[in-house]
T-cell receptor
Framework: QVTLRESGPALVKPRQTLTLNCTVS??????????VSWIRQAPGKALEWLAL?????????SNSLESRLAISKDTARDQVVLTVTNVSPGDTGTYYC????????????FGPGTPVTVSS | EIVMTQSPATLSVSPGERVTLSCRAS??????LAWYQQKPGQAPRRLIF???TRATDVSARIHGSGSGTDFTLTISSLQSDDVAVYYC?????????FGQGTKLDMK
């Protein structure tokens, strides 16, 4: 059974660095064709794709946020980590991790999401 | 960056009626498009990938079509469980991009 679960701080102060973890089960992060993305959603707004890491450790980022994002994975711990530097209130929202499976580059499984508020 | 434009922004339909949602890409994305359904307080759920392939356990009432720049999601007969926001997403090129969503309500 494939599952993903996000974790991280619920509240972060402006200008701090946000670190989010995605713990996966039911598949291995180094399986050919498997990738994990981070996607966020500001309150009442649309989904926004942030970053993706693939089974070979290649990384891809949103154009607008690339300078502030870093994605990495720890295959032994079944975790994918996203860091967002220099956060502002505009980074408030729910953050999801999602898997891309071997039959399509779309997202076949999502975690439940973790809410993050940026406020002093 | 490929821009995905969905229409309409909101749609109110009577039970049992046919629903048609549109998604347009700013450039040719072949068939590299997915549709997701999101209910309040829940994570998105994939409905369609490769423009027209229904995902596992998705109702046969839901159909995807299109290629190139114009795509459609059709629900043949609206039920209460279909009330949600629907997003299209392209995975043809980096960065991946989503549409702004269509909110589907029941009259």
């Amino acid at each position: 059974q494939v599952t993903l679960r996000e974790s991280g701080p619920a509240l972060v102060k402006p200008r701090q660095t946000l670190t989010l973890n995605c713990t996966v089960s039911g598949f291995a992060l180094n399986t050919g064709g498997v990738c994990v993305s981070w996607i966020r959603q500001a309150p009442g707004k649309a989904l926004e794709w942030l970053a993706l890491i693939d089974w070979e450790d290649d990384k891809f980022y949103s154009n607008s946020l690339e300078s502030r994002l870093a994605i990495s994975k720890d295959t032994a711990r079944d975790q994918v980590v996203l860091t967002v530097t220099n956060v502002s209130p505009g980074d408030t929202g729910t953050y999801y991790c999602a898997r891309t499976g071997s039959n399509s580059w779309s997202f076949d499984y999502f975690g439940p999401g973790t809410p993050v508020t940026v406020s002093s | 960056e490929i821009v995905m434009t969905q229409s309409p922004a909101t749609l109110s339909v009577s039970p049992g009626e046919r629903v048609t949602l549109s998604c347009r890409a700013s450039q040719d994305i072949a068939g590299n498009l997915a549709w997701y359904q999101q209910k309040p307080g829940q994570a998105p759920r994939r409905l369609i990938f490769s423009a027209s392939t229904r995902a596992t356990d998705v109702s046969a009432r839901i159909h995807g079509s299109g290629s190139g720049t114009d795509f459609t999601l059709t629900i043949s007969s609206l039920q209460s469980d279909d009330v949600a926001v629907y997003y299209c997403q392209q995975y043809h090129d980096w960065p991946y991009t989503f549409g702004q969503g269509t909110k589907l309500d029941m009259k």
